[in-house]
C-alpha cells in the first residue's frame, strides 16, 4: 500500500498548486521532469520532489526510457477521485433538493 491512497490523504496533496499544475500538465500528455519543469516557476529538484510526493499517491507512476524518467497520470486512481467527486456532489444535490421541498411545504 502507498503512503495515501484516494480514500486518504490524496486531497491533502492535491492542495498544493504545483502538484495540481503537474497533473494538469501530465492529463495533456506524459513527461519527463524536464519537461515539466521547463513550465513550472520551480526548480528541477522540486519537481522532483512533487512527482515522489505523487507517485506516493498512486497519482502517477514513472518508466525509464533511455536515460529519462516519463511519468504519466494513473488512469485508475484518477477515476477513482472523480468518483468520489461524483458520489459527493450527487450527495449535496440530492440533500439540496430535500431542503427545498422541505421548505416549500412549510410555506404551505
Known amino acids: 500500500m502507498t503512503a495515501y491512497g ?5 486531497w491533502d496533496v492535491l492542495g498544493d498548486r504545483t502538484r495540481r499544475t503537474i497533473l ?12 515539466l519543469a521547463e513550465q513550472l516557476p520551480v526548480s528541477r ?13 498512486g497519482l ?8 529519462r524518467r516519463i511519468y504519466r497520470l494513473d488512469p485508475a486512481v484518477v477515476r477513482a477521485l472523480r468518483d468520489q467527486l461524483d458520489t459527493f456532489w450527487n450527495r449535496a444535490l440530492a440533500n439540496y433538493e430535500i431542503a427545498i421541498d422541505h421548505s ?3 410555506e404551505t
Open 45 to 57: 529538484p522540486a519537481v522532483s520532489q512533487h512527482l515522489k510526493v505523487l507517485k506516493e499517491t
Open 104 to 106: 416549500a411545504e412549510e
Open 24 to 35: 494538469e500538465l501530465l492529463a495533456e500528455r506524459p513527461c519527463a521532469v524536464g519537461e
Open 6 to 10: 484516494p480514500a486518504d490523504g490524496v
Open 60 to 67: 502517477v507512476h514513472d518508466e525509464t526510457v533511455g536515460t
